[in-house]
Every structure is written in structure tokens, then in C-alpha cells.
């Protein structure tokens, strides 16, 4: 189970951290990723995090302002969005990714950011 | 603008067969393979198909997918109400170092 949390109302240029708890699987044995759907849009990859944290990926528009992160001991997946973007308002997804990473196998029910003044 | 291409919109009758396609180019489908994701209103998002056509278990059988160059498709069989959704496609990109996704396709049982 992936249960996302810390969304909310921010305003431009302000910060989030998203967080995702897992259960139910050795969540240190798996990549994970953050997907994001803005209202009315399809689905954007985010952000995406190696077993240990070594290997981190981003779309470039968010590189240099969010910063994905994980804590193995306490099974949790983390999202620190700094500098936010009206842009950046939608639904964010933690996925749980299988295969060494090769698809999104489990996903959570998203988080709402919401970007306004 | 997606960096794989799905139509927007596709529909079918109950028991028909319906199609989706997603094209890409030689740095991401024509790389590695490519993932399917159903949306349901108010639900989290499902994958569907892996591998280009491998069905995670509670997957109907009738969901099924292919994979030819740059492009693929993801096939459903004996339509169902149930399958009103919106689908995407998924695939790395080599030369991005990014997940790609298609736009999404709405699929309209009539």
C-alpha cells in the first residue's frame, strides 16, 4: 500500500514536502518514482529514486527545484518541492516500481497540490 | 506536447474489440519497452500491461498489447462498460533519461 500525503495550498514561489508511506512490501528493494496528473491533463513523470538513493532522476522542469529522497528505515518515499510554480498544481502520485525499476507496478491515490495566490 | 503520440479519444461497442496506439521514436519505444496505465474516475491509477505484453495478475486476459519498431498498441477484446477509462502509455527514454507518457486516450463505450 502507497498512501501519499503533505499536499495542499501554496502560493508561487513557496515549498511542499510530499511524503509516501509503504506497507506491505520491502520497500528498500524497490525503485520508486513520483508521477503527477495537472486537472484536466494526462500523466507527467516527475521524479524517479534508486533502491538505495543513489540514482536520481528528473523531468527538467521541476531539476534544481524538487528534490526526491527516501528513508529506507522508516519506508517512506519524500518530495521537497521548493520555488513552486502555478504550473506545478495537480495530483502527485508515488509509484512503486518493479522489475529494477522498468514500470510503475503500484500506485498510490495521489496527493493535491495546489498552486495559487 | 507528449513525446509518445496516442489518439485522444477512441470508443467502441460492448463486445467489440478496440484498439490504442502509441508511437514513439528510436530513444524511447524503439529502445525499451513500453508500460499501460488505466485511469478510473476517482480511483489510483492501474498498470495494465508491462513488458510490452505482460498482464499483472487480476489483469483480464482480455487486455492485451504488442510492440512493432517505434510504435505499439494495446488491444482490448469483448468490451465492457467497466473498461470506460482513460489509458496511457509509458516507456524510458534513453536519450531524456526521463519516463515518457503518452497524452492519454479516452476510451468511450457506447
Known amino acids: 500500500q502507497l498512501v501519499e500525503s503533505g499536499g495542499g495550498l501554496v502560493q508561487p514561489g513557496g515549498s511542499l514536502r510530499l511524503s509516501c508511506a509503504a506497507s506491505?512490501?520491502?520497500?528498500?528493494?524497490?525503485?520508486m518514482t513520483w508521477v503527477r496528473q495537472a486537472p484536466g491533463k494526462g500523466l507527467e513523470w516527475v521524479a524517479t529514486?534508486?533502491?538505495?538513493?543513489?540514482?536520481?532522476y528528473y523531468v527538467d522542469s521541476v531539476k534544481g527545484r524538487f528534490t526526491v529522497s527516501r528513508d529506507n528505515a522508516k519506508d517512506s518515499l519524500f518530495l521537497q518541492m521548493n520555488s513552486l510554480r502555478v504550473e506545478d498544481t495537480a495530483v502527485y502520485f508515488c509509484?512503486?516500481?518493479?522489475?529494477?525499476?522498468?514500470?510503475?507496478?503500484?500506485w498510490g491515490q495521489g496527493t493535491l497540490v495546489t498552486v495559487s495566490s | 506536447q507528449s513525446v509518445l503520440t496516442q489518439p485522444p479519444s477512441a470508443s467502441g461497442t460492448p463486445g467489440q474489440r478496440v484498439t490504442i496506439s502509441c508511437s514513439g521514436t528510436s530513444s524511447n519505444i524503439g529502445s525499451n519497452s513500453v508500460n499501460w496505465y488505466q485511469l478510473l474516475p476517482g480511483t489510483a491509477p492501474r498498470l495494465l500491461l508491462y513488458r510490452n505484453n505482460q498482464c499483472p495478475s487480476g489483469v483480464p486476459d482480455r487486455f492485451s498489447g504488442s510492440k512493432s519498431g517505434t510504435s505499439a498498441s494495446l488491444a482490448i477484446s469483448g468490451l465492457q462498460s467497466e473498461d470506460e477509462a482513460d489509458y496511457y502509455c509509458a516507456a524510458w527514454d534513453d536519450s531524456l533519461k526521463a519516463w515518457v507518457f503518452g497524452g492519454g486516450t479516452k476510451l468511450t463505450v457506447l
Open positions: 506491505g512490501f520491502t520497500f528498500s528493494s524497490h525503485w
Open positions: 529514486m534508486n533502491e538505495d538513493g543513489s540514482k536520481k
Open positions: 509509484t512503486r516500481d518493479d522489475d529494477n525499476g522498468w514500470y510503475h507496478a503500484y
